[in-house]
Structure formats: C-alpha cells, structure tokens
C-alpha cells in the first residue's frame, strides 16, 4: 500500500502539505483573527434568557433564532437584544478549547482527504480509496456528533435558567449578511463538502456577522429566524450603527 515510487511520493506529498496548511491557515482565521475591540461575557438578564416575567427595555429589540456552530461557539436556541448602543447574545455556548479541538480535528481529516484521492490515482490502488471515504466519514462524524451536541453541553453551563450572555458594542459589528454569509471566516474552508447544501437552506433566513468576543477576537455570529421578515428586520437593526457609547 505504500509502496511508492520517488515521483509517487513527492506528488502526494506536495498535494498533502498544500492541503493541510489550507485547511490550517482557514482555521487559524476563523479562530485567531484580532478584532478592533472586545466583547464581555455576563449573566444574561431576564428578557436576554426568554424568562417570564422579563420585560424588554424601552427602545430595544429582541429576536429569537436558532444558532450555526460558527466562531462565536454558541449552540441551539438563542436570543439576541439590541440596545440603543449594544448587543447581548445569550444561549447555550461551548467551551472556546474543546471548541477548537471539534474544528481542528475534522477540519485535519477532511483535509487528508484530497491526498488521500490522489494517492489512489497516482498508484491505482483502491486501498486508498477506500482510505480516503474512512477519512471523509470520520471527519463527518465528528462534524455530525458535535453539533448534535453542543446545545445540551452549552445548558449544562446555565445559571438557574440564565445563561451566558456575550455582549459588544453595536459600532463594532462588520459585515451583516443574509444567506451564505454565514460561513465567512474560515467555514467555508472548514466545511466545503456540505457549504452548498447549507447555503440552501440558509437563503433569506440565516443572518450573520462579524463582532468581537471576550478573548479580543473577531468572530462570526450566524443565526437562523424563523421567517424571511423576521431576518431582514434584524439584518437592519444590526447594519444600523445604534447610539456611540463614547459620543
């Protein structure tokens, strides 16, 4: 199976090496990437954790969707408030190291892949075939399994009934798209194979953006509403610059 002649070799190798740092350099960016400011994490507030009782602040909007495992790292249903001069996002949310562990790990196999292939036209053997689906199969089923599971493992975190809210300044959010958008910062790399079929499924109703988090680093927030009107109005809310808290 690997027995390879010199030539052999060096294409797969070339091929290996410009996949993988590919791969690394997509999900460098997506997890490394400085922001101009930087976000905070608090308990979320009542109407931020879709409590009864909670009663939304005069001037502000809330919106209720349901979040892509995108750099911001939350998971399941979330809810966004908008105030005159921030936003608080605040839903289940996984741990930024097993996070990047999820991605690195799948994104890794999946790129081994593509040398993979090679390696089974180069030689005409089917082993390497049948290597490569291996690959692609595992690094689907890590993809798959963690995020089926990053909800139940973001409430485990919650603070009877409040979960964690993240929190930026509206000045600070970039790039406000609807759509296919949603894998901009690295993702789109990350998840190649599937990007198409999810862009489908996120037409007219997926907004995402870019803001800063805890850790200073700007991340990709995407979130799926329920109805295209729901997600046009929240696009303008967040596209429009809200109130400077430094004016």
Known sequence: MFDMQVWQLAVVAIVAIVSLAWMSRAILRLTLSPA?????????????????????????QVFDGWAYRVGARFAGRVRIAVYSDRVAV?????????????????????????????????LLDWRWLVAAIGLFIASFGISFAGAGLWPGLGEILYEQGHPKALEFPRVSISEVDIGKGWAKGGFEVVLFPYKAGIDRMSEGLAVSFFAPDEHGKQVRFAIDLYTKEYARELAEVLESEGVDPAA
């Open 90 to 122: 605040a839903g289940p949310r996984v741990p930024r190291g097993l996070y990047q562990v999820w991605v690195w790990v799948q994104g890794l196999l999946l790129a081994l892949v593509i040398p993979a292939l090679v390696a089974a036209v180069v």
């Open 36 to 60: 101009s400011g930087q976000g905070t994490v608090r308990k979320a507030t009542a109407i931020e954790s879709a409590l009864v009782g909670g009663v939304v602040p005069e001037g502000a």
